[in-house]
């Protein structure tokens, strides 16, 4: 499941929609939206990213919250690092290789971490 996926289950959820009921509001197929939901398809559009925000009728912090997730939600991500430090290759492979095996903590500790690092050196 992606970022953004688990955010439309969750605000299904909350407000008692089913996948079947959302999916005819917005044109789309529920296959696609439980694609969507699953982490079975691509990043949406950022049409698409809206008319879930509108569907929704959710309040500015939310609706960029939304965004943001879409943003991070591509589950078929590829990695280009020719060019960077050695270090920048093997830690993409390293993870491509490890990734399946964390746990949730494992891996809420390596994206809380990623954070921190990339909050420093951006400064």
């Not at 008319?51 to 959710?58: D, G, K, T």
């Not at 990734?99 to 971490?113: K, N, T």
């Amino acid at each position: 499941m992606t970022p953004l996926g688990a955010k439309i289950r969750e605000l299904r959820k909350k407000r008692g929609v089913s996948l079947k009921e959302m999916a005819k509001e917005l044109s789309v197929s529920s296959a696609y939206l439980s694609a969507l939901e699953h982490g079975k398809r691509g990043r949406p559009t950022w049409f698409m990213v809206q008319r879930i925000i509108a569907y929704f009728n959710v309040i500015w912090d939310e609706a960029e919250e939304i965004q943001r997730l879409a943003e991070l939600s591509d589950p078929k991500i590829t990695l280009d690092t020719s060019g960077m430090d050695p270090k920048a290759t093997e830690l993409t492979n390293q993870l491509a290789l490890k990734i399946g095996g964390l746990s949730e903590e494992s891996l809420a500790h390596l994206l809380h971490q990623l954070r921190v690092v990339a909050a420093k050196d951006s400064v």
